[in-house]
């Protein structure tokens, strides 16, 4: 049986409602009490740990030895996709409910099987460089209307390329990690002269974060099958944005420190392969794009994102907003693809950001910039609570799932609070 078949069971109890049955496997790396971080995969509440599977030579990755005794996805993804699918199709074919190899294996069980309670997650990747794009074009024409007009919404280069820009890897974040509040330069529209100070308009951006599992020369270009291949998973990205700093520097040369401070992404990556049945066409684009940048396959995926903001005063979580991937504009694997056509060289541990994500409906916009149309209309908490943008102690979660025929390939989530500026 194929690892993305739906009637695959685990012995591993997993709940309809889990983001991770046996179809799934995600990648991440934890480590428990006294232990070095490495790599596994999560099942329903648990985590398999690879490096345990592994050193009982269970797994066959091509005479490397070690690979998942790291404290990063690295060394794995550098491997390329004929070992990341036949490693997945083993680990599969491990947990299923009708093989009796580590399920009649007790000590091993007991040994390679924790609790996700009792573990903590880490960063998943060494992240060697990060892009991030501007790819759904309600989002980028609700933020065109918003600084521009609504007859200048889009500029004339955004519907034939992948905008984007070369952020810091530095910065990114597993969830859970805090983020203070960011300082910059602010010079608000009725004021002669710019200040210095903390960020008074922090959002945040909805994003998926696409993986890169394979290098790409630098002088080369990437076909459409090269970019897909060269993809090896996404996980939920949260690009915070200080909007009142990004606003006075982004002209003439873009995104600064606007951007930099801090990109959180979940523990999780799912893998391409996982989300296969989930493909979709993307929007027609109108005009075609350069060749290129033209796409033969469905590139984009049915993936079901949520937002939930909770405030110091509040008990529980208010959702604002839900959305979906297959609206972007531009795939990931034509950004991909755009992102090499210069020449620039791709390396193992890239990671892009899709761009912020957002649908047609107001209930389906991803940032606060536009649910609270630019401060104009706070968003409603309830209890009397309101927000145009972030305060500190607001904690902010995003979940992100695709939904099968009784299970869900799901991302987990990543959080952040914000902490006041330094």
């Known amino acids: 049986m194929q690892p993305n078949d739906p009637t695959l069971r685990s012995f591993v109890d997993v709940d309809p409602a889990s983001d991770f049955p046996i179809q799934n496997l995600p990648y991440g790396v934890f480590s428990t009490s006294g232990t070095s971080p490495r790599v596994g995969v999560a099942i329903g509440d648990l985590v398999l740990d690879l490096a345990a599977i592994e050193a009982e030579g269970l797994l066959d990755l091509g005479g490397a030895k070690n690979v998942f005794a790291q404290p990063s996805i690295n060394a794995f993804m550098a491997l390329g996709p004929k070992v990341w699918s036949s490693t997945r199709a083993r680990i599969s ?19 390679a099987l924790l609790p996700q309670k009792d573990v903590a997650l880490h960063l998943p990747l060494v992240v060697a460089g990060f892009a991030d794009f501007y790819s759904s074009k309600e989002h980028a024409t609700n933020v065109g209307v918003m600084f521009r007009g609504k007859d200048n919404a889009l500029q004339p280069n955004w519907l034939h390329m992948p905008i984007g820009y070369n952020g810091r890897a530095s910065t990114v974040v597993v969830s859970g990690t805090k983020v203070p509040r960011p300082r910059g330069q602010l010079k608000p529209p009725n004021v002669d002269e710019p200040s210095f100070g903390p960020c008074k308009r922090l959002d945040f951006e909805l994003e998926l974060g696409v993986v890169i599992g394979q290098a790409a020369p630098m002088g080369g270009m990437l076909t459409e099958a090269q970019a897909e291949e060269s993809i090896f998973g996404f996980t939920l990205l949260n690009d915070w944005s200080a909007r009142d700093i990004q606003q006075w520097e982004y002209v003439p040369l873009g995104p ?18 996982a989300l296969e049945p989930f493909r979709v066409k993307g929007p027609v684009q109108d005009p075609a794009p350069l060749a290129y940048l033209q796409q033969k396959h469905a590139q984009n995926y049915d ?6 903001l909770k405030t110091e005063t509040m008990q529980k979580p208010a959702g604002i907003t839900r959305t979906n991937f297959k609206y972007m504009y531009w795939s990931s694997v034509q950004q991909l693809v755009h992102h090499a056509s210069s020449g620039c060289a791709m390396n193992v541990g890239d990671l892009l950001g899709s761009g912020t994500i957002s649908g047609p409906d107001k209930s389906e916009r991803g940032s606060m910039l536009e649910l609270s149309w630019g401060g104009a209309e706070p968003l409603d908490l309830g209890n009397g609570v309101q927000r145009s943008f972030l305060d500190d102690g607001d904690s902010l979660t995003m979940r992100g799932w695709c939904q099968g025929d009784g299970y869900r390939i799901g991302f987990g989530e990543v959080e952040g609070t914000i902490l006041p500026s330094v």
């Open 303 to 308: 993936v079901q994102l949520a937002v939930d």
């Open 93 to 111: 074919t491990l947990l299923r409910h009708d093989h009796a190899e580590l399920r009649d294996n007790s000590a091993l069980r007991q040994h």
């Open 256 to 273: 600064f420190l606007g951007k930099s401070f801090a990109t959180s992404i979940s523990p999780w990556i799912v893998t391409r392969e």
